[in-house]
Every structure is written in structure tokens, then in C-alpha cells.
């Protein structure tokens, strides 16, 4: 049963398994002796009843939240205090009644499964990007009348870019808002068309989605969507794709070929990199002590794919990085993406 869940993880379930299930001990996360509240901000869920409006089934009952207690069980090992819930949008072919009607639906049940357990989610409404007019005003929605905190978007909306002009009114909606706008790709599609992607290594995700959120970011940066809403904040998942690792390159362009870059942008490249923010999904510790040096430790989140088994230490991942200072560490952890989700500490 939903909406009952107030008691919190020994009220879920009824089994023997469920009640000895539930005394496992949460993880208290501390950064020079001090409590941070660690926050996800990368972690997946589902609405069967709103997919099935497309025809389409929940690829693992993992994403449900009707019965969360494996979730919390994760959380509590792993030492995640606060899951920001996301969609991966499926419904950027539906026609505008019905993109209306799913959102709807779905963002309610967003804000039930958090309802459940204040303190342990929030959530990114879901928005009909594909209909912009229609998703400045989900947007808005979600945030003020179910609570949601920002929108998660794909990286393209069936083939547009991000950076389209038809899309400013829902950059400008979330920019007035002052809503976090989680971007999540969803493999290359262009690519997939081709055998370019097949193949052992499961390419179309492998590579295929941080080199879609790599050309997203490109294009937000080079088209002068940034410039247009200086104030958006965007952060990208996987650690930006592959964009922060080579981003001297599209600063490089500006001077190598000039003739190619020809409408006028206000910093370069790698400048707006360090307006952005990133989760952490990036493995290694070597990786994140880059991407910090290339962004800023202050735009580092933390994210965990939940239930996608990419990593279950992402917690020890931030504090097993050489180089950082206890401020950082405790800004990845949770405090950055407190205030961004409006989350108290
Ligand atoms: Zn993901």
C-alpha cells in the first residue's frame, strides 16, 4: 500500500524478512567529525500507470516506489540520507493531451512517494519538453503545487537540440524559477540508426549517453543558450559526459577557426563548464580530482544511478579522493545540492 509509509522503513512490508530487513543500520556520514546530509541526485524510479499510457512496461521493479524498502535498505548501507528522484523521459513522442495528462499523472505520484518519506526524497518533475509552452507551466506546476524540485529533460527532445530556440520558454520558466534542470541522456539515437553502436560493450550506453550529454552541453554552450539565460542551473549527469575531460578543445576552436564560430559568445567555453554542475558518476578517484580541478569542487553533486548497479560506494568515493579539502568533500556529499533542491541541512 502506498501513502502509508509514515512510520518509515519498519512499517514497509509485513514478512519476518521485511522487520529484520529494516534494522539495517543506517549510515552516518561525517566530514572532519561533523554530520553532512548526503543527498543523491542521480537516482531512478518509474510510474507503471504512466508508462503504460505509451504502451511501455517498467524495465525492473526496482524503479517502483510503491514499495520502497529495498531503496531505503541501499540508502541506508550506502550512508544516502536524501534521493532526488528522476524520470528518463519516454513520452517526447506524445501528442500534447496526452504528454498533459502523463505528466500530470506522474508528477502526483513523484509527490506521493515523497510525501511518504519527506526526509528521505524529493524529486525533479517530469516535463513535456517537446511541448515547451506546455513544460514551462509542468514546470512550474510541479514546483508550486506538488513540491518537486526542478525538472530532469533528456539530452535532445526527438532529435532537437537543447539549445533550439523553440525550447527558451522552458529555459526561461526554470531560469525565473530558479529550478535545477537535471540533464539525463538517453543513448545517441542518431547513432543508433547506424551499426555504429552495436556490438559487445552495450555502446548505445557505454559511450553512446556521455556523448550525448557531451553534445548537449556543446550546444547550450556555442548556440548561446547560456549567454541568453546567464542565471539557468543545469547539472549535467555522468560527470558531464565526456565534455569536462577535453573542454580546452572548445575553447581552442574560438582561435583555430574562427570563421566557424561566428556568432559571438561572452566567455569561452570552458568558462561556462565552471556554471554548471556535475554528479559525481565518474569512478575513479583521479577522475573526480580532475573534474574538480576543470569545474570547481563547488559544481561536484553526488549521484548513484540507483538501481542501475554502476556503483555502491559513491559515498567513499568522495571522501577517498586525494586532494580535496573537508569543505569540498562535504559540499559533494550533500551540501551543493542542498541548496540547489532546497533541501535543509
Ligand atoms: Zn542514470
Known amino acids: 500500500m502506498s501513502g ?13 524478512v521485511g522487520a529484520v530487513q529494516a534494522q539495517t543500520v543506517r549510515r552516518a556520514v561525517t566530514v572532519g567529525g561533523r ?37 531505503l535498505r541501499a ?75 526542478g525538472a530532469a529533460i533528456g539530452g535532445s527532445v526527438e532529435g532537437a537540440d537543447l539549445s533550439d530556440p523553440r525550447f527558451h520558454p522552458f529555459w526561461a520558466k526554470a531560469e525565473s524559477l530558479g529550478a535545477l534542470v537535471f540533464i539525463h541522456p538517453q543513448g545517441t539515437a542518431e547513432l543508433e540508426r547506424t551499426t555504429r553502436l552495436k556490438g559487445n560493450g552495450l555502446l548505445t550506453n557505454t559511450i553512446g549517453n556521455p556523448l550525448e550529454t557531451t553534445i548537449a552541453l556543446s550546444h547550450l554552450i556555442f548556440d548561446g543558450t547560456l549567454d541568453r539565460f546567464p542565471g539557468l542551473k543545469i547539472c549535467a549527469a555522468h560527470g558531464g559526459g565526456y565534455l569536462p575531460s577535453y573542454g580546452a578543445r572548445s575553447d581552442a576552436i574560438l582561435t583555430t577557426f574562427p570563421d566557424r564560430c561566428p556568432g559571438k559568445l561572452e566567455k569561452k567555453p570552458t568558462e561556462y563548464l565552471r556554471q554548471l554542475y556535475y554528479d559525481s558518476i565518474v569512478f575513479t578517484p583521479e577522475a573526480l580530482r580532475h573534474l574538480a580541478a576543470e569545474v570547481g569542487p563547488d559544481r561536484i553533486v553526488m549521484g548513484t544511478d540507483y538501481p542501475y548497479p554502476w556503483t555502491s560506494t559513491s559515498v567513499d568515493h568522495i571522501l577517498g579522493t586525494p586532494g580535496l579539502s573537508d569543505a569540498d568533500r562535504a559540499a559533494m556529499l550533500g551540501e551543493t545540492a542542498a541548496t540547489l533542491l532546497g533541501i535543509k541541512r
Open 4 to 16: 502509508s509509509g509514515q512510520g518509515g522503513v519498519a512499517f514497509v512490508g509485513c514478512s519476518t
Open 35 to 71: 554530520r553532512v546530509k548526503t543527498i543523491d541526485v542521480h537516482a531512478h524510479c518509474g510510474v507503471p500507470a504512466a508508462m503504460a499510457l505509451m504502451g511501455l512496461k517498467l524495465p525492473t521493479e526496482a524503479l517502483l516506489m510503491s514499495s520502497p524498502a529495498a531503496r
Open 75 to 149: 540508502m541506508d548501507e550506502q550512508g544516502i540520507d536524501v534521493e532526488a528522484l528522476s524520470i528518463n523521459p519516454y513520452w517526447y513522442g506524445a501528442e500534447h493531451d496526452l504528454a498533459r495528462e502523463l505528466i500530470r499523472f506522474q508528477n502526483e505520484a513523484l509527490a506521493e512517494a515523497c510525501a511518504a518519506h519527506p526526509e528521505r526524497f524529493v524529486a525533479f518533475a517530469s516535463v513535456a519538453l517537446q511541448h515547451p509552452d506546455l513544460a514551462a507551466q509542468q514546470l512550474e506546476d510541479g514546483m508550486r503545487r506538488y513540491g518537486l524540485r
